[in-house]
């Protein structure tokens, strides 16, 4: 049976310096030069090197070595031989390592960000990390196995749909076996969430039923099945492979959006990168599980994972928590020719590991490629490839691109994936909260049969900017609360969107910007870019969008020196009903949704107490006669501008 090592500690890093220093994994060298801004974090070729001990096995066991991510390119050599290379930085891969393993061995990884024309992404409005910064393995198992050597996938592939009116589940489960020793036999196993078969049957290719089918139902029931397969040679197990799964269908319309298992299922959420402040990608699950627990937090229901693919425990977060997940390769903002091929291997790695993940239900082609390409005949062709693969590896799924805002409706590449969505940022970068609502009416109109989504929305915000009268490209919380307060609006005025999606979740790392008087970093994060700030836009969506959590929050509470004599203090919940106490004394009741205004005269510093049930929330307020300076933005403003 198999026996699965991490390998994670007591690694030394030869760094750009060219000094030795010991690490663990994960691993970047990138945390710090990469969030500084000045877009001069240094991207070239890093050595790490291990030693160990080989691990104990059978002479009919083999070892392999497994990476669940290297940034960007990969060589790896073992006790001085060549295993192998890999390009793509976001990606599952191994090496058949048996054959050179000694007693002590040493192991020397080289990892490569550096800039080229062939490994995507290369230009792009986020931090190109360098390093290992994902879990390393070993893992010993039988010579007769279930196979490890295709495209990083787990050698096991499962699908599942509803049939008969959703009462019984349809599984078709494909195995894929390595034999060298003889011919093999697979018995499949279905369980259900606690152990119990639930069906069973023989073959590298089974079809099985699932009476009184469990669905998996997003966040209501995120119900999840167990593919088990067994593999026997001469009837002695030799191999034991698992996979989750859920049986749910989906489908779209251009005029009603997404339906999850035959109901209208309003698709609404947010993109998230995996970087933190001081850590850089090299995340650790403690960090997956409070990200998702952010979003959870906020009632998203929907997850862009951009630009690139994630970390598989947080494929597994988005399988138990129900959402529904767009899952995309880094072909972004150009076209390289060289890089095409990569492209390709990119997105078959993406399908093969990710294919049994009941979260996800789209394949994302590419990303803004027009900011530096056009349309030209090699870009187009790559797309039509790319979509025509997606279809071949996985006919349960759709496809989708994002489109850049200066990307116009009629442009080709808009009209071949399956559906499409925009990055547009329509009152932000450029002026009018209105246009989104023309933009996605004129579409509508012109293409009446595509379905349309925003892929992309947002506004800076920084929780220590403030204005009474925000304006674009000041930065501060209230306009990007004021922002989010239309979008959301406007979504509900067009309720055909396939799917809309924040951007971003978090702020993250982007070397190239400086804006918000903090370089190196995009804000338009709902949560501080540390995970330890919600900002008040935060709320507004957790007002909208979770009704099983009852809160109060109120806003601009940061913004505590004010000058005017009369303030307007608003109010997000999921409440509708709001009663505002100042210093104890009751200022009124309102009833509503999501939003509540109160005017309340300040003297002095005053304290306000929200209240709706058993639920408040606090804020003091103080009258100033001079504006507090560090709520406005130092220095030369960005009048909003892209990193373009």
Known sequence: MRTVTLINDAWVFTGPDGKKQPVDLPHTWNALDGQDGGNDYWRGTCLYEKTFSAPARKDDEQVWLEFRGVNASAKVQLNGTLLGTHDGGYSTFRFDITELLAEENHLQVWADNSRNDRVYPQKADFTFYGGIYRDVYLITLNRDHFEMGHLGGPGIKVTAKPVEGYRRGEVRVETWISCPDGEGDVTVRLLDADG????????????????????????????????????RVNGEEKDRVTARFGVRDFHYHPNTGFYLNGRSY??????????????????TKDMHREDMDLICEMGVNTIRLAH???????????????????????????????????????????????????????WGISNEITISTKDNADMLDNHHVLN????????????????????????KVAHITDVVSWNLYLGWYVPGFKLNDL???FFHKVYPNRCLGFSEYGAEGMPNLHSAHPRRGDQTEEYQALYHEYMLDCFERHPFQWATHVW???????DARDQGGEPGMNHKGLVTFDRKT??????????????KEPFVHICSKRFFDRTEREIEVKIYSNQNEITLYC???????????????????????????????????????????????????????SNSANWV
């Open 534 to 547: 919600k900002k008040d836009s935060f709320y507004l969506y957790k007002a909208w969008w979770n009704h």
């Open 583 to 637: 210093d104890g004394s009751k200022v009124g009741t309102q009833h509503g949704s999501h939003i509540f205004r109160f005017k309340v005269p300040i003297t002095g510093r005053h304290e306000l107490r929200a209240v709706s049930g058993d639920c408040s929330d606090t804020a003091e307020f103080r009258k100033v006669d001079r504006p507090n300076p560090d709520y406005k933005l130092k220095g030369k403003s």
């Open 504 to 510: 971003n979740m978090f702020d993250f790392a982007a």
């Open 266 to 283: 309003p698709l609404r959420g947010v993109s998230r990168h995996q970087d933190r402040k001081g850590i850089g990608n090299a995340l």
């Open 388 to 411: 025509d693969l997606c279809h071949e590896m996985d006919s349960t799924r759709f496809t989708t691109l994002a489109c850049y805002a200066m990307c116009g409706p009629f442009n």
């Open 196 to 231: 119990a078969v639930a069906a069973e049957g023989t073959g590298t290719d089974v079809q099985l039923i699932l009476p009184d089918v469990r669905l998996w139902n997003g966040l209501e029931d995120p119900y999840l099945y167990t593919a088990e397969a067994i593999l």
């Open 308 to 362: 690139y693919q994630h970390d598989q425990y947080f494929y597994d977060l988005c399988d138990e928590r129900g959402m529904v997940v767009w899952a995309e390769i880094p072909y972004i903002s150009e076209h390289m020719p060289n890089g095409r091929a990569n492209t390709i291997s990119q997105m078959k790695e993406l399908i093969t590991q990710n294919y049994n993940h009941p979260s996800i239900v789209c």
């Open 439 to 441: 933009w996605m009416e």
